[in-house]
Every structure is written in structure tokens, then in C-alpha cells.
């Protein structure tokens, strides 16, 4: 009877183990509507919204995401693919201290594509904004209360979180105790 149990036990685990993780391959290739999926994150803009860059952050805050944070050139290359023509802001900012850049998000990331002369001096422009294709969609400092279309970013939905809890660690346990 104990080695049935036992020998049952492993059977549910692995396939507890196998159906999760179709669940969760199926999960991790989705964003929410009107996202775009890439390294594992997800990427928003509204194309025709312009906001000020509280105003950008805080449309984004409302959908629990954060103005992009552009952590390396791959993710750079695939931002500028959303910027395209028009410009856009990114989470950079030195708002707090004009010697320390911050990404809104609160990430560390050394990476940064500063245009020409950038980044400005000027103690009025303290957010970064993505240029445009023909400005090779390098980042430049503007006017924090200037107008522009905007990036969000933000992780997978929570529920893939859920079901690897759930099912990985306690679906299992319980089996066990009933047994
Ligand atoms: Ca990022």
C-alpha cells in the first residue's frame, strides 16, 4: 500500500509538473490585449495618446506597468521598433537629482543611447524621450511637462505566478495528506 501511494505520488507530481508547465509555456507567449511580448515582458502604447511624462507614467501606473526601462541594446533595438517615426518617452529621469538618472521603474541599468550633446545640462529638461527612426531613435532630455506619445512595460500576468504556486507546491502537498 505504501509503495501503491508512493508510486501514485510520483505519477500525480510529474504530471501535475507536465500540465503546468504546458499551462505555463502557453502563458508566458501571452500579454493582455494590445501588449506586445518581448524577453519576457510586455510593451504598450497607445498610438495617437500624448501626455506629459507624469501624465504617460501614470496612464501606465494604471495598468500596474512603469514608462519602459531600456536595459540593453537588444531591447533597445526592439523599443525603437515601436517608436518608429514618433518619438516616445522612456521611465529616465533625473527629476529627484539633476547628477542621478533614474528609471521610473526603479531597475539598475547602465545602458543608455544618448543622442549627440546628451544628456542635456539643462536643469528644465529632466526626462528622457526616444527620437524618432531618423534620429536613429537615440534619447535625449526634455521638458518633463512636454507632450509626447509614450512606452509601457510591465511583467507577465500575475496569474502565472499563481499557478506555479499553487499547483507546483501546494496541489501536491494536499494529494500527500489525503493519501
Ligand atoms: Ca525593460
Not at 540593453?72 to 517608436?83: R, S, T, Y
Amino acid at each position: 500500500m505504501a509503495v501503491n501511494c508512493g508510486f501514485l505520488l510520483l505519477v500525480w507530481f510529474l504530471f501535475s509538473g507536465f500540465a503546468v508547465s504546458r499551462a505555463q509555456g502557453k502563458l508566458y507567449e501571452r500579454c493582455e490585449k494590445g501588449w506586445r511580448l518581448y524577453g519576457g515582458n510586455c510593451y504598450f502604447r497607445k498610438n495617437n495618446k500624448r501626455e506629459t511624462w507624469q501624465g504617460a507614467q501614470d496612464v501606465c501606473a494604471k495598468q500596474q506597468a512603469n514608462l519602459v526601462t531600456v536595459n540593453d541594446a537588444h531591447e533597445q533595438k526592439f523599443v525603437a521598433g515601436i517608436v518608429g517615426k514618433r518619438g516616445s518617452w522612456c521611465g529616465l529621469n533625473n527629476q529627484d537629482n539633476k547628477n542621478e538618472f533614474k528609471w521610473v521603474s526603479g531597475e539598475q541599468s547602465g545602458y543608455t543611447l544618448w543622442a549627440t550633446n546628451q544628456p542635456s545640462k539643462s536643469s528644465k529638461k529632466r526626462c528622457a524621450h526616444i527620437l524618432s527612426a531618423n534620429k536613429g531613435n537615440k534619447w535625449k532630455m526634455s521638458k518633463c511637462a512636454n507632450k509626447f506619445r509614450f512606452i509601457c512595460e510591465k511583467g507577465r500576468s500575475g496569474i502565472y505566478n499563481y499557478l506555479i504556486n499553487y499547483n507546483l507546491f501546494v496541489a501536491p502537498f494536499q494529494t500527500f495528506q489525503t493519501m
